[in-house]
């Protein structure tokens, strides 16, 4: 009779999983750094980084969202409810469903949480102004150096386009210990491959990329206006990722800066805050300002400012760079000590490598022990570098990761056949006191390895873990000399893997 119970458990079990397919996985975990590949519908793609990523998306939801909003919390649900001072997508709904389904199929607890919530936090910057927040943390600074035709011809670069950029953020363990790098593949038609790359939690795009375009969010810090209720603005991060994620926002049969700039053009009102956003595009491009520009907007007239290299701003060549303050608009000519430090390392403007124009804004652009994130887009090459802010160190002070987006934008149906699809993995029992079995499906790839790890990333090496599969895709594993706990059982086959959340008990 108990083993009749059992098998129907499992039954049970296994149908329960069969009703939500987790698709993606995830391409690399570094501690600080998890980069997970998702793909589907918005819901699909939600769910899948929710259970993919759940206890760094509660981290950072408990340990530095919560604590901005505090007591604001509910205001903050009721604006967005109204939708008439911040706008977002229904789409948009649907996505932080999944994801908050997500951290709940993997056993984690979402009741202190609403869909709402994770909208809030995707428009931080826009509540801190419209209701008064910005004194509650310090806003990313940031700064960014463009360089493109002119500028790299006769480098490595050969005239291709590119962009390093400072993310500037505050240095508390949750914003460090969580930062995310998410590659989307939509299956929706008009929509593209793109990568977000920020926090846990992110569903909007704070810097994002896809295969020809980046676009990357500033601070105005000289701004001192703030945006109002009932102004139908919409959230600026949710404002880049439409213009990444949409296949040719504007539908002129090209994707470059003029799909973001139609997009901010839109806005009668204005954005919420003062931004700065550089955008760069590949240098195939017809002119400099469909390959690089600098917008510069804000709640207040003149609300939409664009900036392109045929501006005078003291910056030689095919070069832009921007931090946070105003240039253009009111022809303020704000230049900051960076600016000027830049500006002096720039020079000529020309002969500038792809290695060079990493370093000037290394060297002379830097925000100390603030930079979070800094990193390198070359569109033409599908190359990503990202440096992190990590062991006490500002992020331009450590190595960079080097990231193949052509490899990480590859349609999901290029996956190998040795990749294992998560919801046809079965492991039982669920919590576990002494033994786990694992259950693959025939899949045809016979290397197989399976990794232990807790919810920090350590690896568990006192386990009975099999190395490779057996005849029957069966495997045991020894838990009874780990702690008590909630785990992370990782399934690596061939170049992908995928994991299983599991309970340990006493």
Known sequence: MKKAIFTLCLMFCFTGMKAQNINGYIVSDTGNLTIIKVWGSHYERGFAYGYLCPAKILSMMNDYILPIFGSNLPLARQILQQGNSLVVDSIYYDEARGLLAGIDSAGYDISAFSYLDVIAANCLLDFASIAGLKSKFT???CSSLMSWSAATTGTDLNGKSVISRHLDWENTSAIINNQVIVIHIPSELNEQPWAMIGFAGQISSLSGVNA???VFQHMMSDFSGSGQLNHYYEPIWFSLRKAIETVDYNNDGKNNTNDLCSILS???????????ISMLASANNDSSNLIAQVAEVTPASPYI????????DSINSDNLYCANYEIKRNNHYHFCDRYIRTMHAVGSGTGISGQRNLEILRDSSNNGIYNIQFMQFIPDEGRLKISLHKHGKPAFMNPPVSLDLNDLFSDV????????????????????????HLALPASGEENVSIEINDMTGKKFSGVS???RGNNHNVFTIDVNHLPAGIYVC?????????TKIFTKTK
């Open 139 to 141: 806003s990313p600074g």
């Open 212 to 214: 020809h375009i980046g």
């Open 266 to 276: 839109a806005h009668a009102n204005g954005y919420a805050d003062g931004y700065i």
């Open 305 to 312: 400012t664009f900036r392109g290299s045929e501006f005078p």
């Open 413 to 436: 149906s290029l996956i190998p056949s040795g990749y294992i699809d998560k919801q046809n993995v079965m492991l039982y029992p669920n919590p576990v006191k002494e033994y786990l």
């Open 465 to 467: 873990v099999p190395a």
């Open 490 to 498: 990782r399934i690596i086959s061939f170049k992908h893997s995928t």
